[in-house]
């Protein structure tokens, strides 16, 4: 399989999620130094929001892709413009680094299942034990990562918005080098199988009237990112101490469980169906 020798790797697609940035700003020459037969570029997404120490200015950079052509007068329509046009310059991979608060260790998120992608995450959830990859198709293009048929989100929690935490900065770098020494080697043997959780329900937090949150995440559901729910469970306890119970018709595993991103749109957590794809 022939495979792109130019790699994008994009930091700061969110202003306050500082690992990507720092990766970009400070590891730039030594990534070069080690990766030589590859060209590598380095892009701060959203350099505005990151001054602010906000996820965005106006709206989501890592949703704006999609609304590209229509007359949105917001900073990241343009930028997405221009993070596009780079893109679109010459054949790569985009490896967009982000982190989340929620407990989901090493995470790769495949909008796009093109089988160099498919076999990249094969080979790294088999070299890192915690490593996990969630399938997100994207037919709309609205990430970042969609804008090359090549492309992988590297999401690493938890570590809260606004610092720098060694456990997930050191656990990206080396999800970063991996894939580097695998693009390096145009002899490397694809894999042909691929285990991963794909998403296929939202669900909202509770509210009230008024739209405000009447229940929380219970405390027994807090950390179980990717372990299998079947049946009766209870995720949520209201502030009047009642559990709130939910069912499943069939095996299924939540992720993103309690991200504080996802308040402002009232999203609990998502649930994945396992599977297991041949290519």
């Known amino acids: 399989m022939n495979r792109p020798k130019r790699i994008v790797i994009v930091g700061g697609t969110h202003g306050n999620e500082w690992t990507g940035i720092k990766i970009v700003t400070h ?4 990534l070069k130094e080690k990766f030589p037969k590859l060209n590598l570029e380095f892009i ?15 709206e989501d950079l890592n949703r704006a892709f999609q609304f590209l052509g229509e007359s ?4 990241e329509n343009g930028r997405a413009q221009e993070i596009k046009d780079i893109i679109e310059r010459e054949a790569c991979l985009v490896l967009d680094l982000h982190t989340t608060t929620s407990s989901m260790g090493n995470t790769l998120i495949l909008p ?5 992608n498919l076999s990249l ?8 034990k915690d490593c996990r990859v969630i399938g997100a198709p994207d037919p709309g293009k609205k990430y970042l990562a969609s804008q ?35 693009m390096s080697d145009p002899n490397s043997p694809e894999i042909g199988s691929l285990e991963l959780y794909e998403e296929t329900q939202d669900i909202a937090y509770p509210t009230n009237e008024n739209g405000d949150l009447s229940a929380y995440i219970h405390a027994e559901f807090q950390e179980k990112n990717f372990e299998p729910i079947n049946g009766h469970y209870s ?12 069912k499943t018709e069939e095996p299924l595993y939540p992720i993103f469980i309690n991200e504080a991103a996802y308040y402002p749109q009232r999203l609990a957590f998502t649930l994945c169906r396992k599977r297991t794809l041949k290519f």
Do not use: W
């Open 27 to 30: 590891y730039q020459n030594q």
């Open 72 to 75: 949105r007068a917001t900073y």
């Open 112 to 116: 796009n299942y093109h089988p160099m």
């Open 121 to 128: 995450c094969a080979k790294l959830s088999k070299q890192f």
């Open 44 to 58: 701060i997404a959203n350099p505005v929001a990151h001054e602010i120490n906000k996820r965005f200015k106006d």
């Open 148 to 182: 090359s048929e090549f492309g992988i989100i590297l999401e690493v929690g938890p570590v809260a918005n606004g610092v720098v935490d060694a456990i997930p900065l050191e656990s990206t770098l080396s999800l970063i080098e991996s894939i580097l020494e695998e």
């Open 235 to 246: 995720p949520f306890k209201s502030f009047q101490n009642e559990e709130i119970g939910m």
